[in-house]
């Protein structure tokens, strides 16, 4: 996941003052998931991230930060901490074609857009701007 920083997880655990085991158990995912974002061995899923982010009464931009001007569409995604299912199917638009615009290769219509945009929270310049970012990576560059 991009921007992910174990770093701020672990902080955002202590200042919880809650203990691997504790967060484990209250957001309802194994201590071994944890303890692999924690040393950097893994990069969480979103959904996963998001169940930890709500235990520790943090949003998910305490965790993960990318700069809003290198943002890819799948940035804005995960910082309302949605799966691309989950996005596609609140505003309408298929996991595929969700796909394909966070990766640069689907033509963003006005109508998507628009629907995309009143899920994520976000103007439809930010949108576009962030789906030019992913047409315009270098090539082996991910979305």
């Known amino acids: 996941m991009?921007?992910?920083?174990?770093r701020r997880l672990v902080?955002?655990?202590?200042?919880?003052?809650?203990?691997?085991?504790?967060?484990?158990?209250?957001?309802?995912?194994?201590?071994?998931?944890l303890a692999r974002w924690e040393t950097s061995a893994r990069s969480p899923q979103i959904?996963?991230?998001?169940?930890?982010?709500?235990a520790?009464?943090?949003q998910i931009a305490d965790l993960v930060s990318v700069p809003e001007r290198d943002?890819?569409?799948?940035?804005?995604?995960?910082?309302?901490g949605l799966t691309q299912p989950e996005l596609g199917k609140r505003a309408g638009v298929s996991t595929a074609m969700v796909g394909a615009i966070e990766r640069g290769e689907a033509r963003l219509a006005d109508e998507v857009a628009t629907r995309?945009?009143?899920?994520?929270?976000?103007?439809?310049?930010?949108?576009?701007?962030a789906h030019k970012r992913a047409r315009d990576r270098e090539p082996g560059t991910p979305a």
């Open 2 to 6: 991009r921007g992910f920083d174990p």
């Open 11 to 33: 902080l955002a655990r202590q200042v919880a003052g809650m203990s691997r085991g504790d967060l484990a158990r209250v957001a309802d995912i194994s201590t071994a998931t």
């Open 71 to 80: 943002r890819f569409p799948g940035d804005w995604r995960i910082l309302v």
């Open 116 to 129: 995309l945009c009143s899920v994520l929270g976000i103007s439809t310049d930010e949108l576009r701007a």
């Open 56 to 58: 520790l009464d943090v």
């Open 47 to 54: 959904d996963v991230l998001a169940k930890v982010a709500q």
